[in-house]
C-alpha cells in the first residue's frame, strides 16, 4: 500500500484513478451536459452553471436546484432543499472515515466535498482491498468532478442548439454507470444472486405501485438475502 508521502499527485496515482473512473466519467459527461443545458434554459447565467459545478458538485441536487429555480423557490429554499438531499453524505464519509484515520481536516474536507455516491462506491471498495493511498483517492475524485465540469461547459455550449434534452435519452447515462460499478464489485455466486434479486424486486415493487420505495425495499430485501445465503453456506 503507498505510503501518505509518496502518494500526492504522481503519474500512477493520476493513472490509477484514470482507469477507475472510467464508468463515472462516461456517466458524467451526458448527464453533466444534460445539467448545462437545462440550467441555462431555467436562466441561469452561463458562468453561474458551470460555477454551481464547481463549488457545489452536487449532480442530483443541482438538478433538483434548477427545477425549484424555474418554478420561482427563493435562494433559501434551494440550499435548504439541496442540504436535506445531500445528508446521505454524512453516512457515506463516516463509513470511510475509519480507513482515513491521520489525514489532516483540511485534507479530509476536500475529501469531503469531492465524495459522490459513485466515488463512494469506488472508494469503498478500494478500501476494503487497502488501497487508501492519498494520491490515488484524491485524483479519483478530481477526475470524477473534472468530468462533471467539462459535461457541464459542453452543455453549456449546446444550449442554443439543443431544444429538449429528453429525446437525447441521456437518462441512460447514470444507469450504465451503476452498473458498470456493481459489476465490478461482484466477487462471487452469492453477490451475483443479491444483485439479480435485488433487480427483479425492484422492477416487481416497482410495478407492484411502491414508487420510489421499490428501490430501497429491494436494496434491503436483497442484501438480506446475500447475507443469509452467506450466513448459511459458511456453516
Known sequence: MPTMDRA???????TGALRQTAPVVLGYLPVGFAYGVLALKTGL??????????LVFAGSAQLIAVGLLAAGASPLSVAATTFVVNLRHV?????????????????LAW??????DETFALHSLRFVRGEAGVGETLCINAVAQAAWVAGTVLGVAAS???ADVRPLGLD??????FIALVVGQVRGAVHVLAGLA????????????A????????????????????????R
Open 172 to 177: 441512460y447515462a447514470l444507469p450504465a454507470m
Open 8 to 14: 500526492r499527485w504522481a503519474p500512477p496515482a493520476l
Open 45 to 54: 447565467s452561463p458562468l453561474n452553471t458551470v460555477l454551481m459545478s464547481v
Open 111 to 116: 475529501f469531503g466535498f469531492q465524495l459522490t
Open 211 to 234: 414508487g420510489q420505495w421499490s428501490v430501497i425495499l429491494a436494496t434491503l430485501g436483497a442484501a438480506g438475502l446475500g447475507a443469509g445465503v452467506s450466513a448459511w453456506t459458511r
Open 198 to 209: 435485488a433487480a427483479g424486486l425492484a422492477l416487481w415493487l416497482h410495478h407492484a405501485g
Open 91 to 107: 453516512l457515506m464519509a463516516a463509513s470511510l472515515a475509519p480507513h482515513l484515520r491521520g489525514w489532516p481536516a483540511s485534507r
Open 160 to 162: 442554443a442548439a439543443v
